[in-house]
Structures are given as C-alpha cells and as structure tokens.
C-alpha cells in the first residue's frame, strides 16, 4: 500500500491570466447541461402556475448570485491566495480584536454547512446524468427503453459505474487542463446559442393557426392528426393500420373535409396559454388553473407573481453556482489580487446574463399548443424533446430531428463528466482541508503517496454520490412529475422495467419528487454558505482602510438577507401558493437541520475528547494562524484537486 501523506506542498506553477481563470471557473457552471438538466424541474415544482416565472426566477436568482459574487471577489483581493469560504471566514475573524476568539467556530460552521451542498450536489449530478443517458437510449431503443421514463435498473447501475468512474479520475489527480475547459466551454456555448436561435426562429415562423409539430404516442415529431380509437379500457388511442405489404404498423392519420391529411394547427389563445380544469379533489368546487405556454415574447421575460418567482429562483440557484471555484486558484494565477476578482464576476455574467438569459427566453417561448409547460414536466428530457421537434422542422424529416437532438445531447454529457469532476473535487478539497484541521476524522486529511489526492475523502465522496444518485432517480417520476396511467401502461414489458414502475398516476403522485428533495438539499447547502460568505466579508471589511459603504456592506448585507429570505419562503409557500408542495420542501429542509444541529453536537463533543479550545482566547488578533489551520490547509491541496469552497 502506497505511503500516506498528511502534508505535501502543491508547488503549483502561476501561468493563469484573466482568461484561463475565467474560463476554469466557468466550466464548472456548464450553462449547455443545466438547461437540459434542470428545465424539468422548474416546470414541475410550482406547477400549474410557476412555470410562467421560471426567466424572471432566473434574474432573481442571478442578482442574489451576483451580490455573493461580490463578495467573494473583495475577499480574494484582501486575502489573495489559494482561498475559499472556509479560509475567508478564519481570516477574516482572526483579523479583528471583537471577533477573534469566535475564528475556529466560525470556520467549521462555514466548512460543515458547506457540506451539505458539496457532499449532495455531486450525487445530484450523477442522478441527472443518468435520466439523460436514459432518455438517450429510449431514443436509441425505443423498443427495450422509454424515453419519457428511463429505467430504474439502468440507471440505478449507471449512477454507481459513473460515481465511482468520475472519482477514479479525481483519485488519478487528472483534472482538466485551462484547453479541455475552454473546448467544452466552447462546445455546449456553441450548441445551445445554435439550438436558442432555431427554437426563437421556430415560434416566429408558427403563428396563431399555422401547421407545426407535437409528439405522438412513440416520442416521435409530427405534424398531422391522427385517427383514435378505444382500448379495452375505453380511453382513447391512436388507431394503427398494418401495410398489407410489410405488415408495418403505422398511426392512421385523419383526414380533412378536403381529402388531405389533418395538419395539427397551433394555437395561442388565451384560454389554451392557461387551461381550467375541474379540481381533484370534489370537495373543492373552484377550477384548477394550469399555464401552458406564453403568448408573447414579453409574458417570458415579465414577472407575474413574487411567489412564482421566488419558487423558480430557488430551484435556479443549482445552475448558477460554481463561480466561487477561481478563488481556491491563488497559486496558479499569475496576478491574483487582480484577476481572480474579476473572473468571479466574469464567469458569472458570461453563462448568466448571457447564456442562461438567451437559453431560457428561446426555451420558454418555443412552448406552444403543440408542446405545452405540462408535456415538458411529464418528460424526462423537455429540452431534448424540443431540439426533436425544431430540428425535424428545420431539416425536413424526423429522423435528421433525432440526429440533431442526439448530437446536441452528446455535448451535454461531455459537458457533464467536467461538471460532475470538478464537484467531485470541490467535495474533496473541502473535507480535506477540515480533516487537516482534525475538524472532521483526521483520515480525510491524509494524501495519496503516489497521487497526492485526498483519496479516503474521494472514495467516501464516490460512494455518497452514487446513493444520492440513486435515492434521486428512484423518486424522479413522483410527485408532480408523475407519469399518466396511459403512459404506465405503454412501458416496455420486459426486466429492465420489472422494478421501480408505480402502479399508478395517483400512487406515484402522492409520493414527494426525490429528486426535487435532492436538489434543494443541495440549493439549502448552497443558501447557508452564500449567507455565511455574505457575512464574513461585512465582518473582515469592517473597520479596514479599504472600506466602501456600497460594496462592503450594503451588497453583502443584500446577499444575506436574499438567501436567507429563499430558504424561509419553503417554511411559508406551500401554504399560500397553489400547486406548491409542502413534501419536497419540508424534508430537504428537515434534512438541512439535521445536518446543522449534528454539525454543532459533533464539534462541541470532538473540542471536548481532544481538548481544543472552541474559543480562541490567547492570541493577539492578526496572528497567523499556527501550522495545520486552514489557511495552510487550503493551499496544499494538489492540482488533481482544483476547485474550491
């Protein structure tokens, strides 16, 4: 067995300017996968009326975003170096007479809380990973595999092979150099701006009643009717005809008072942008309102209730995070009092203000009668079923559809093997810092002989992912994304389906989204450390020579109360907004108090058995912290371990 190391000095070289910082910070955000991983949810959670707020949950999610983007930007210039939350907040506390005996309780509060999102997200990314590698083979294999419901036995297999796949190359030290993340940068920029302009052009040239396309019974583009008739059961279906040459099944398509074939004609009025409907439940006479699509340009953009947006803004803080990962390269950059700041702030404007902007107006506005906001919240991939759609409309055929889509769809997993990598990483490093501090088991604090990576932290990380994976997946068809009994029905019936398949749309229904549970653990995790981060930079600019009222307290001061406020609203919203669940948002938030109140129990009991002081009482403030605290920790961690907290 290789030597374990406790310390090993990185002796990283500084060649990162402005642009290879920036470029690194955002291959972690990956605005090309988030839009196809997350678009489900944000039409499912809020449903049915939300999802008409889902752009302007995005600006508000990127203002809260940007004010803690600030934050850690001033914190990298007064603390240059190979930097993170955990290593601002000790600093920072270190550095001030009224502060200084709280340093390491506030550096654990910050590590352990920081936790729950860098320990969840990576298992969140591998659940999604699968739903899309899943959807990829219903497409493949219509025959074995469902698109619109994967299988749980594969993808309960793909999410060990993936978790365990991903953290061998962070086990490796292998990371992505400043060209791979430019190329995939790159890449998933190019396809979603290529797929953004098609799906605008496609909703500009279908106006009110012209022919265009939905997706029939298979998954299949079409731009006609299609005859019904009766199942056993009485429930209407397509009508089949067989060729009498090839005995090839085929839909029947009706006809029109002129002979021709029936084309499906689009609609944008308002009483089919939002449908009423009789409620569920009989003792409720008032209708059930659901948005289904927007009827102008402007309804994208225009916010319609603080509520929607708030709900949206909180499921969208999953694809905006990852910015804060240029602070930990201090060592690498070349002029980091200056560069890292700015890439913070770049990285986020670039994918957020144009990328996510431009992504989710041409997404939103493509809905339509033919393909509503409640299809694209029954299906495992709405983003790709809308790149099947406008690419069979732009080149004349639905297998050149399905070819379109399934490229667009190669960019995104390529895209998320960086993404899940570097949360892997992020993972690591974080828990390796404490384990060096001995504030969590001082095995997370030992290194590789050989590849100097924190290799217990990475394993214990891979395994954790691959069960988060796991418990997402096996509620992503709940609550309300829960399929239809027609559609249960049409499942294959062969192994790979003989597990995971709910009897029916009620029972699944009545179960809470695990998926959305998983997400939000990790955007609560997200919230506290942001809040914290928010914080510190108000404490460590207080009463320094550099002090700006604007960007050192009143903007912090915005992100605190911002992400504090989006965490409360899950406490009050699924009482005062319809159609929002109490189920996802009270056990995610259950779960984030559990891991807090076992945090404290776990660090006042470890201060006793070791005999650490909790509270820092005799050294002068500004001392530099002794050999084995964090702000030695942070900085020598290896390169196969590149991003931060």
Partial sequence: MAEEKAAQTSGVKATLGLTGLTINAMALIAPGAFLWLT????????????????????????????????????????????????????????????????????????????????????????????????????QLWPATFNAGFPSL???????????????????????????????????????????????????????????????????????????????????????????????????????????????????YAPDQAITSADNPDPNIKEKVLSFQFHRTAGSVTSPHSMSFVIIQACIAILILVGFESVTSMGEEAVNPKRDIPIAVLASLGIQGLFCYFLEYFAANYFLNSGYTMTTAAGSSAPIGDMMY???????????????????????????????????????????????????????????????????????????????????????????????????????????????????????????????????????????????????????????????REVKHSVIPMFGFVANLVCMLFYLVGPFTVDGMSWKESYIALGVAAVWGIYGLRYFFKTSKVKGKSVWIDDAPAGTVPPAGSASTAVSVVPSGVNSSN
């Fill in 39 to 138: 678009y489900a949810l944000q039409c499912q959670y809020g449903a049915p009326l939300a999802g008409q707020d889902m752009w302007a949950g995005i600006a508000l999610a990127l203002l809260l975003c940007f004010a803690t983007a600030i934050s850690y930007a001033e914190l990298s210039k007064l603390y240059p170096g190979a930097g993170s939350s955990y290593f601002f907040a000790e600093q920072a506390f270190l550095g001030k007479t009224t502060h200084r005996r709280y340093a390491r309780f506030a550096k654990f509060i910050v590590g352990w809380s920081s936790h729950l999102y860098y320990w969840v997200y990576p298992g969140v990314m591998v659940g999604v990973t699968a739903l899309l590698t899943g959807y990829i083979l219903g």
């Fill in 389 to 547: 759609i406008v690419g069979t409309w732009l080149f004349g055929s639905a297998s050149a559809g399905k070819a379109f889509m399934m490229i667009q769809a190669f960019t995104v997993f390529l895209a998320l093997i960086g993404t899940t990598l570097s949360c892997v990483s992020t993972g690591a490093r974080v828990t390796y810092a404490m384990g060096r501090d001995e504030e969590v088991p001082s095995h997370f604090g030992l290194l590789h002989g050989t590849h100097l990576t924190p290799h217990k932290t990475i394993w214990t990380l891979a395994g954790l992912s691959a069960v988060i994976g796991i418990i997402s997946i096996i509620g992503a068809f709940w609550g309300p994304a829960a399929p239809t009994d027609d559609a249960l029905k049409a499942l294959p019936k062969n192994g790979w389906y003989s597990l995971g398949v709910p009897a029916t749309h009620d029972i699944a229904a009545a179960r809470p989204n695990l998926l959305l549970v998983t997400t939000l653990v990790s955007n609560f995790g997200t919230f506290v450390l942001y809040m914290l981060t928010c914080l510190t930079a108000m404490i460590a600019f207080k009463e320094h020579h550099t002090f």
């Fill in 153 to 267: 036995i594969f993808m309960s297999v793909f999410c060990v092979i993936f978790s365990y796949g991903v953290s061998y190359i962070a086990y490796r030290g292998v990371v992505g150099s400043t060209g791979v993340n430019m190329a995939i940068n790159v890449i998933q920029i190019t396809a979603l701006i290529v797929f953004s302009v098609i799906a605008i052009a496609y909703r500009v040239k279908h106006p009110d009643g012209s022919q265009g396309y939905t997706l029939d019974q298979d998954g299949t583009p079409t731009s006609v009717v299609y005859e019904t008739e009766k199942d056993k059961d009485g429930n209407p279906q397509p009508k089949k005809i067989k060729d009498p040459k090839t005995g090839e099944e085929t839909y029947s398509v009706m006809k029109g008072a002129d002979g021709k074939d029936k084309p499906i004609a689009l609609t």
